[in-house]
């Protein structure tokens, strides 16, 4: 008595790559809804912190989110905060004209802008302008480099505490769930 078994093994091979695609799209998709969530709280954080607007602090978190597709399946997302220029005023929790300037607060920092003043454009803008001589015009918008340290000095640490890897595996574990769900895997 002979038995023949046949196995097609492209097949089998191809049915293994389609459910690893899709385990690596399903990860990628829990992990870039963890990484907008951990944005969320540290923006929330830091306004608490420096009163800085949230618009303008979620400018400065730049997420480069996960990617489940492709041969190499990036499966990790980086949240990095970046210093751009940015308007003064729109940083600054606080300004009061000081003599023959302006102070601005940002987070814990104070800056005088000598000759500054606060003013509204014809369009509608808002900021802290100097003159760049005694005419009237032109006039500069004055814009600092939103150094990250300016929002980060203290909290930092509090922060980093806070977002340790039992939150996130929590958070991970609850968004993967959910993504499998959606699509009955």
Same mark, same amino acid.
């Given at each position: 008595?002979?038995?023949?078994?046949?196995?097609d093994?492209? &097949?089998a091979?191809? #049915?293994?790559?389609?459910?690893n695609?899709r385990?690596?799209?399903d990860?990628a998709n829990?992990?870039?809804?963890t990484?907008?969530a951990?944005r969320?709280?540290?923006v929330?954080?830091?306004?608490a912190?420096?009163?800085?607007?949230? &618009?303008?602090? /979620? !400018?400065?978190?730049?997420?480069?989110?996960? @990617?489940?597709?492709?041969?190499?399946?990036? *499966?990790?997302?980086?949240?990095?905060?970046? =210093?751009?220029?940015?308007?003064l *005023?729109?940083?600054?929790s &606080?300004? #009061?004209?000081v003599? @023959?300037?302006i102070?601005?607060?940002?987070?814990?920092? +104070?800056?005088?802008?000598?000759?500054?003043?606060k003013? $509204?454009?014809?369009?509608?803008?808002?900021?802290?302008?100097?003159? !760049?001589?005694?005419a $009237?015009?032109?006039?500069? %918008? #004055? $814009?600092? /480099?939103s150094?990250?340290?300016?929002?980060?000095?203290d =909290?930092?640490?509090?922060? #980093?505490?806070?977002l340790?890897?039992?939150?996130?595996? %929590?958070?991970?574990?609850? +968004?993967?769930i959910?993504?499998? /769900?959606?699509?009955?895997l």
């Open positions: 008595m002979s038995m023949s078994i046949k196995v093994i492209k &097949k091979q191809k #049915e293994i790559d389609r459910l695609k385990v690596n799209k990860a829990a992990i870039n809804k990484a907008t951990s969320r709280s540290i929330g954080r830091l306004n912190e420096t009163g800085a607007k949230k &618009k303008n602090l /979620r !400018k400065m978190l730049h997420i480069r989110r996960a @990617d489940g597709r492709g041969a190499r399946p990036r *499966l990790f997302a980086v949240i990095t905060i970046k =210093g751009k220029r940015l308007s *005023l729109a940083l600054a &606080k300004t #009061e004209p003599g @023959d300037g102070e601005a607060t940002v987070g814990r920092i +104070n800056f005088f802008v000598k000759g500054g003043f003013a $509204r454009m014809p369009n509608g803008r808002t900021g802290i302008f100097t003159r !760049k001589g005694k $009237r015009l032109p006039i500069r %918008k #004055e $814009r600092i /480099r150094n990250p340290e300016i929002f980060i000095q =909290g930092y640490t509090k922060l #980093e505490e806070q340790n890897d039992k939150i996130l595996a %929590k958070s991970m574990r609850k +968004n993967l959910k993504t499998v /769900r959606q699509f009955n």
